[in-house]
């Protein structure tokens, strides 16, 4: 399969509570790249982090990146309603591809 | 940001007929495009990757002859599916990378919702 994984697949927070999301991926890649896709549209990029990078930060948003075990994570801060949304990591490759992970559905209730 | 116009954004046709899509890159040229398709509360699965002035490289499992792709110039790419049938209702969305020095990033056309009858 093309697909990373991610968990959790819906995850339903309180508004101000954060938000953590996981990707596990496959492949040797050159970075990864966390997306946002509201219902029916496509999607946003978010943040890029480098297979050389740790941690990083852009907003509310936080992203760290453990090659060793082929995982990321996003972190989003004092959530507000408006980031319900469902949540991708995409890995490309030496190539040039993108390829999306299984994606997490966040809700945040106001 | 960088815009990525997709066109029609829904479309709905009888089995047996042939769907154009098109995706735009409005400020910048794109000399790679590529096309996922989005079944419901599902992820994106390339479908093809697509080269200004080449042939498109299909990933495994994709029907070249079903899914054609042209990318003719640095802002124009599209997708025909042909002779469509109801299994191939689905949300299609194309995307333009634009690599910078430092960056490289996926801008998204809004997606097509194709229905076949």
């Known amino acids: 399969s093309q697909q990373g994984e991610e968990d959790p697949q819906a995850l339903s927070i309180q508004e101000g509570e954060n938000a953590t999301m996981n990707c596990s991926y496959k492949?040797?890649?050159?970075?990864l790249q966390w997306y946002r896709q509201n219902s029916g549209r496509g999607l946003v990029h978010l943040i890029l982090i480098r297979s050389n990078e740790r941690e990083k930060h852009s907003g509310r948003l936080r992203v760290t990146l453990d090659t060793s075990k082929k995982s990321s994570s996003l972190l989003i801060t004092a959530s507000r309603a408006a980031d319900t949304a469902s949540y991708f990591c995409a890995t490309a490759n030496t190539g040039n591809q993108f390829y999306f992970g299984t994606g997490t559905s966040l809700t945040v209730i106001p | 940001g960088a815009v990525v116009s997709q066109h029609p954004s829904r479309v709905i046709c009888k089995s047996g007929t042939s769907v154009k899509i098109e995706c735009r890159s409005l400020?910048?040229?794109?000399?790679?495009m590529f096309w996922y398709r989005q079944f419901p509360k599902q992820s994106l699965m390339l479908m093809a990757t697509s080269n200004e002035g080449s042939k498109a490289t299909y990933e495994q499992g994709v029907e070249k002859d079903k899914f054609l792709i042209n990318h003719a110039s640095l802002t124009l790419s599209t997708l025909t599916v042909t002779s469509a049938h109801p299994e191939d209702s689905s949300f299609y969305i194309c995307?333009?990378?634009?690599?910078?020095?430092?960056?490289?990033?996926?801008?998204f056309g809004s997606g097509t919702q194709l229905s076949v009858l």
């Open positions: 400020d910048f040229q794109a000399t790679t």
């Open positions: 492949t040797s890649i050159n970075n």
């Open positions: 995307s333009a990378g634009l690599w910078g020095e430092r960056d490289e990033k996926l801008f």
